[in-house]
Each structure stands twice: as C-alpha cells, then as structure tokens.
T-cell receptor, first 114, second 109 residues
Framework: EAGVTQFPSHSVIEKGQTVTLRCDPI?????LYWYRRVMGKEIKFLLH????????ESGMPNNRFLAERTGGTYSTLKVQPAELEDSGVYFC????????????FGPGTRLTVL | RKEVEQDPGPFNVPEGATVAFNCTYS??????FFWYRQDCRKEPKLLMS???SGNEDGRFTAQLNRASQYISLLIRDSKLSDSATYLC??????????FGSGTRLLVRP
C-alpha cells in the first residue's frame, strides 16, 4: 500500500512568489493534516481536513496560506505571497475515518524562501 | 511555555546501554500520547502509543503519568539503528498532534 506522498520534495522560491504544495494521502483516509517545522522549532499543526471539509484550521499562520481538498482526495497548500519566515519543512499526514490515533506522515516538502 | 517539553539531548550512549527519555505536557485535556521517531531529514514515524498502564514493545517501554503530566520512554539494549530523534507527542481534544522539540539519541559502537 502506498504511503502519503508529497510534491515537490524541495522548493526554492524568492520572497513574494507563490508556491503550491501537494499532498496525496493514503487511499481511503478521510482525515488529512498539514503540519510544518520551521528552523529550530518543533513541528506545529496547521490544519485538518475531514474529507473535503476543513475541520480545524486554527494553526494556519495568516491569510497568505490557503489549503484546499477538492473532492476529498489530495490536498494543496498554497503560500501567496511567500515570506522569508515561511521557510521550513511542510508535512502532510493522514489517518482513517474514526481512527484519530495513528497519523501517517508524508516525507515532507522542504521550502526555502530567499 | 511549550505545551510539550523534552530535553533536547543529545544522549550519547554505547551499544547495549539502557536509556530513558522524559517529557512533560501542560494541557491536562490532552487525550492521547505517543512517541514518534524521526531520522535525519525524514518524516516522523509512530514508534508507540503511551498508556497509563504502561506498555512495552520489544526493547521499548513507554509510560504515562496523568497526575504529574509526565511521559517516559525507556530503550533497553540500545542498537546503532536506534540513533534518531525521539518526539514526544500529545493529541489534544480536537485530534491535532502537539509535538515536543525532540530528544536526539546517538548510539555509538
């Protein structure tokens, strides 16, 4: 069974540009989460989808971040315009419906904003 | 104050040693607790859940003390392959994971 996949693995952009990260959860997983780790800090929650609905977006840092999950399958996280402090590793995780315990993480997207 | 606090280490131990990691959490409403393992530049992977009764998985033993809001992980007979960062994680009432900063373990030959 394929795990959580994320694309791209790395992205280097300049301040002010737009970047879109993609996450494909494990097939059949209704719960999809975005987390990020900025340099020197712990991994922090961004938001949680249940199917196509945003269940909790309390961790989104500001309105430059937009997450979507149309059709309840893959999700995208767009940063527009990117700022220097957005640099970090963005992880996606998924879990089965009703099974909130084990969240399986993708390999992450390493974002560098210059 | 961080919601989940861990000693960052590193813990540098010889093969075969027993090593213990501790963690405290501040939110008494946290529902579930976990230890995740993260290798360098890789994603976190679930090592084990943590229960009040204590649970063991091979060389790994985890314990939760809700009264003191304290979590522990014991690794016996350390292997070189145990070298990694160990993340203490709490799940809050809205099912999001709250991560500690991680404790780095180096097992030397």
């Amino acid at each position: 069974e394929a795990g959580v996949t994320q694309f791209p693995s790395h992205s280097v952009i300049e301040k002010g540009q737009t970047v879109t990260l993609r996450c494909d959860p494990i097939s059949g997983h209704d719960n999809l989460y975005w987390y990020r780790r900025v340099m020197g800090k712990e991994i922090k929650f961004l938001l949680h989808f249940v199917k196509e609905s945003k269940q909790d977006e309390s961790g989104m840092p500001n309105n430059r971040f937009l997450a979507e999950r149309t059709g309840g399958t893959y999700s995208t996280l767009k940063v527009q315009p990117a700022e220097l402090e957005d640099s970090g590793v963005y992880f996606c995780a998924s879990s089965q419906e009703g099974s909130y315990n084990e969240q399986f993480f993708g390999p992450g997207t390493r974002l560098t904003v210059l | 104050r961080k919601e989940v606090e861990q000693d960052p280490g590193p813990f540098n131990v010889p093969e075969g040693a027993t090593v213990a990691f501790n963690c405290t959490y501040s939110n008494s409403a946290s529902q579930s607790f976990f230890w995740y393992r993260q290798d360098c530049r890789k994603e976190p992977k679930l090592l084990m859940s943590v229960y009040s009764s204590g649970n063991e998985d091979g060389r790994f033993t985890a314990q939760l003390n809700r009264a003191s809001q304290y979590i522990s992980l014991l690794i016996r007979d350390s292997k070189l392959s145990d070298s990694a960062t160990y993340l203490c994680v709490a799940m809050d009432s809205s099912y999001k994971l709250i991560f500690g900063s991680g404790t780095r373990l180096l097992v030397r030959p």
